[in-house]
């Protein structure tokens, strides 16, 4: 009955935001329909927690119209084992491989075991997969995102790339791909899989399509903003159109942006891909721990919500309360064409 009303009090607050119809029910599976599947799908995992992206976008909108195109609302709640608290590693896992997990977890089950994430099902299905992010590459959200550890390593999870998980790749951070204690270099690995390697501006300038590994010393302020729209702005002239492509624009949450950054890089998205009718673009949050009288306790034993948004084809399907890892699987349908 409690866990009932915080869904009711939630789904209020969707529709405050003027952004979604009544979900049917709570918690069910998503189900792809008999639609053709979009040949580009993209998640950008937002900074802010719970509704807080919603009540961002809808601001931005105010002064950018390409963000009037984020109308489908839903909610995600996040799946752990046996109820156990949530936190951001087990809601980036449990929406990346589909699976239930524990807190604390990146990319394991509930049995700590590995599973495929949505990187290595979208190179399976043929896409071309790309991650870009203005923090660091290799951490413990980003390890939960496409690794598979039980214990935190930088350089464990930068080596997760030398396998060629993803085909495009952007962040911050050299040491543990170049300097590391035991002597590999993830870019002499990834070069030799015939990827492209870039570490800064100049290099990035000169990349052709194809597979490119770009890990730079790390920026901040305005330099960081205009750099990150760079490679974006790069990355969609050469590799976007024309191609599937399974991409995810990560903002980590442990950053200090500038006000309306992650809006500026949306909407430039929005605006670049305008002319691609079969792309599917997904906006999450980081998620919300609520107490049963619906505050907000980061030390609650109910399960983490976070916002979701959506436009592009299949947009449709993701309204309503949903979990995570139903979620997660919803997204692994659609890249196979389910």
Known sequence: MKRRFLNFGLTLLLFACGRTEKPESVNVAISPTLESKPEQIVIFILPGRGLKP?????EGAKSNNQLLKLRTSGMLETNTFLGEKPDDLAYLTSIFIGKTT???????NKDSLPEPNLFQVAQEAGFYTAFLTPGLMADTLTGSIFG??????????????????????FGYGRIPFERRKD???????LSQKDYQIAMDSSSISQLKRGKSAIVTQ?????NQKKFFKYVI???????????????????????????GFEMEVLAEFL????????????????????????????????????????????????????????????????????
């Open 218 to 222: 790390y920026s901040s302020g305005e």
């Open 148 to 169: 598979h550890h039980k214990e935190f390593s930088r350089e464990a999870i930068a080596w997760d790339l030398s396998s060629g998980i993803m085909d495009y790749f």
């Open 233 to 259: 702005g790069q990355f969609m002239r050469r590799n976007f159109s024309k191609q599937q492509v399974f991409m995810v624009v990560y903002f980590p949450p442990y950053l200090q942006y500038e006000e």
């Open 102 to 108: 524990y807190r604390g977890s990146m990319g394991l």
């Open 54 to 58: 919603i009540y961002n976008i809808l």
């Open 271 to 338: 605006e670049r891909s305008e002319h691609n009718d079969k792309t599917l673009t997904i906006c999450l949050s980081y998620p919300r721990i609520f107490d049963v009288d619906g505050k907000e306790n980061l030390r609650s034993s109910i399960g983490g919500v976070s916002s979701l948004l959506t436009y592009g084809p299949k947009k449709e399907e993701v309204m309503g309360l949903h979990s995570s890892t139903d979620f997660g699987n919803y997204v692994r349908k659609v890249i196979e064409g389910q």
């Open 183 to 189: 002597k590999k270099n993830v870019f002499k690995a």
